[in-house]
């Protein structure tokens, strides 16, 4: 599950269309989907998009790589964003122009059962 925190300008509840993201762990070379309804989401709050598979970690460090876009949506979505920390993070990029933020974004983990 990840969720995004994502604005609309101001413009409380026009929201619509939906958000989809992709995340892959490029060490086992696997990729999760998901997408949310954006009217289903609060303005300047945290969006819930479940995936539609687990993507389990790497034991040693790697940098998952996520991509976002939307789909049917009549209003601009913002993405709230902040500064891209340490020195190992890259370039966040919005319609392919390279920015040094990163989206504000919360990944829930959950314990595979053996």
Known sequence: MVRFQRS?????G???GWLHLRVC???AQVCASGR???????????????LDRSVTL????????????TEGARTPVALLTQ???????????LDGVPSHLTARFRIDLEPIAP
């Open 8 to 12: 609309n300008g101001g413009v409380s």
């Open 14 to 16: 026009s929201a619509d």
């Open 25 to 27: 762990e490029p060490v």
């Open 36 to 50: 949310r309804a954006l009217r289903e989401t609060a303005d300047n709050a945290y969006a819930t998009v479940t």
């Open 58 to 69: 790497a034991a040693t460090p790697t940098a998952l790589t996520y991509s976002l876009w």
């Open 83 to 93: 500064p891209a920390a340490g020195p190992d993070v890259g370039p966040f990029e």
